[in-house]
């Protein structure tokens, strides 16, 4: 089974900051890496898919990267409505695919 | 539009059954994969199984193998979960997904108690 690591697990910012978000995987997953975004009592949203591409009507603040093991989620300046509880999925394997186990940001 | 509709959730006793139901609508049904993920409370999502367009092919996580079936109709436009043999530890709020790797669309959950 592939398991997907996110760091950190909650994170403190400011409108207006930039953040990152890691997440590795267990092997290399090439760029089978999605990310989302929850807020609370909500479906997830899907942000960016295969690593670095920004799903329809997703803001351009939001961007990914990556490959192999490690993937960043990067907001360049953080908006009021961006703080949420943001995950990783790799979709690598369809066999069984798996999340990360999340990164919840707060307002500082 | 794309629409997601979940219904069947609800309170069960450890060891019951139960049927989640999820209803598509403003896309070609079987032209995608399906799939559910779950989210127990407070906590992160758990991908729990996916369907092949035309059903072929299902897989799921080890902890629901030989409980939980998925499975679809594509002339209901719709995709099921059978759960079976229900823990106490299946509590979660169950999500529908249109899926080709990454999950684009979602419904908006059913909740699923298992609970004496």
Do not use: H
């Not at chain 2, 779950?38 to 996580?61: F, H, T």
């Not at chain 2, 106490?88 to 709020?93: K, S, Y």
């Amino acid at each position: 089974d592939i398991q997907m690591t996110q760091s950190p697990s909650s994170l403190s910012a400011s409108v207006g900051d930039r953040v990152t978000i890691t997440c590795r995987a267990s092997q290399s997953i090439g760029t089978y890496l999605n990310w989302y975004q929850q807020k609370p009592g909500k479906a997830p949203k899907l942000l960016i898919y295969t690593a670095s591409n920004l799903q329809s009507g997703v803001p351009s603040r939001f961007s990914g990267s990556g490959s192999g093991t490690e993937f960043t989620l990067t907001i360049s300046t953080l908006q009021p409505e961006d703080f949420a509880t943001y995950y990783c999925q790799q979709s690598y394997s369809s066999l069984m695919y798996s999340f990360g186990q999340g990164t919840k940001l707060e307002i500082k | 539009e794309v629409q997601l509709v979940e219904s069947g959730g609800g309170l069960v006793q450890p060891g019951g059954s139960l049927r989640l139901s999820c209803a598509a609508s403003g896309f070609t049904f079987s032209g995608y994969w399906m799939t559910w993920v779950r989210q127990a409370p407070g906590k992160g999502l758990e991908w729990v199984a996916n369907i092949e367009k035309d059903g072929s092919q299902k897989y799921y996580v080890d902890s629901v193998k030989g409980r939980f079936t998925i499975s679809r109709d594509n002339a209901k436009n719709s995709l099921y979960l059978q759960m079976n043999s229900l823990r106490v530890e299946d509590t979660a709020v169950y999500y529908c997904g249109r899926e080709w790797g990454p999950i684009d669309y979602w419904g908006q959950g059913a909740p699923v108690t298992v609970s004496s």
